[in-house]
């Protein structure tokens, strides 16, 4: 009785400290949604590969949404004619760089401040060397889903004009399945509201208002199914395995680096509540371990690999993780020899 007691305050605690952050996640993300024109940003951002890839992971500061959004995200800059180095940048690093999760990741890491620029500074690292990576493909084609290299616009000279629903918002959110007509078809209720949103720009505030309560309420339904799942997990972890076991693995300099990577990998919890629930391994792994769940985890998750493969092919997500899996590894290890000093 003891332990399922302690089990249910750490679940309960876990719960109450994330909540607030994932509702002012879904609230931002929804306001942009709505308000942001994201050709007018596109039209701005640099040619090169480097600096396009850098703008890409800081891209999050302006649309923070978690790895639940960032994929719709992604494949709206590539159809918009955004470097692929931009939207792969984005799409590694914008569930991470933002506003929303540095916020949360400062208040559960308030006694640890340094693991809040670690953990911005190697995701930001991370992704635009992968971005980076991915620029020397010229066209990503090959890289995409025969539906949505379709309508990728031609690298060629002269381009085709084929762009696809040219007056939808960028961070509608959700998984689009593009059809061969050239329409968009959406695959779940949830979308279905997402992507009535296309037009609000030019609707009146009243009907703004009410698609961003729509969006909300339905985000956080989802979003907020996931949060209870990974705080009864983590919960469940602390108290059904003995401390001495997730003590021998957590101290390890390279065990404990892939034990959290492997957590984050299964759990898939959205980056906005992530830090608290790392917040409780904190006392029994490395600093570098914990670094290894708040970075890896965000980037590709089990959760997301299905969104991943609507826009690209199985190989281009296997190098995506391989990628990103062995740069956490390196990082964080380096990270972990750094504090062993």
């Known amino acids: 009785m003891s332990q399922l007691n302690q089990g249910l305050t750490l679940f309960l605690s876990l719960l109450v400290e994330a909540t607030p952050f994932l509702l002012l996640g879904v609230a931002f993300s929804s306001l942009l949604a709505v308000l942001v024109d994201e050709r007018k940003l596109i039209a701005y951002t640099p040619k090169n590969p480097v600096l396009a890839a850098i703008s890409g992971s800081l891209f999050g500061c302006l649309f923070p949404v978690c790895e639940c959004g960032n994929v719709p995200v992604a494949r709206r800059l590539l159809m918009q004619g955004a470097p692929s180095a931009l939207a792969i940048g984005f799409l ?67 381009p085709e004009p084929a762009l696809v629903g040219s007056g939808s918002s960028l961070l509608s959110g959700g998984d689009f399945l593009l059809q061969s007509t050239g329409t968009l078809k959406l695959d779940q209720p949830m979308m279905a509201t997402l992507g009535a949103t296309t037009a609000l720009p030019q609707q009146s505030w009243h009907d703004k208002a009410q698609a961003v309560l729509e969006m909300m309420l339905q985000e956080f339904r989802e979003l907020g199914a996931v949060l ?107 990270v972990n020899s750094y504090t062993s000093w």
């Open 228 to 334: 209870v799942f990974g705080s009864a997990i983590a919960a469940t972890v602390q108290v059904a395995i003995p401390r001495e076991w997730i003590l021998a693995l957590g101290q390890g300099p390279i065990t404990s680096i892939l034990a959290m990577m492997l957590l984050a990998w299964v759990v898939s919890i959205c980056s906005t509540v992530d830090s608290f629930f790392a917040l409780s391994f904190s006392s029994l792994f490395t600093s570098g371990s914990i670094l290894a769940f708040l970075v890896f985890g965000p980037m590709i998750d089990l959760k997301n690999i299905s969104l991943l493969l609507t826009t690209f092919k199985g190989r281009a997500v296997m190098y995506l993780f391989v990628l990103a899996a062995q740069l956490t590894f390196v990082l964080t290890l380096a």
């Open 92 to 158: 590694l690093a914008a569930p991470t760089v933002n506003p929303i999760v540095f916020w949360a990741t400062w208040v559960a890491f308030r006694d640890q401040p340094a693991m809040v620029f670690w953990r911005v500074g190697l995701t930001i690292l991370i992704s635009v060397t992968i971005a980076c990576v991915f620029s020397v493909q010229k066209d990503m084609r090959p890289f995409l889903q025969p539906a949505i290299a379709r309508y990728l616009p031609n690298p060629d000279p002269k």
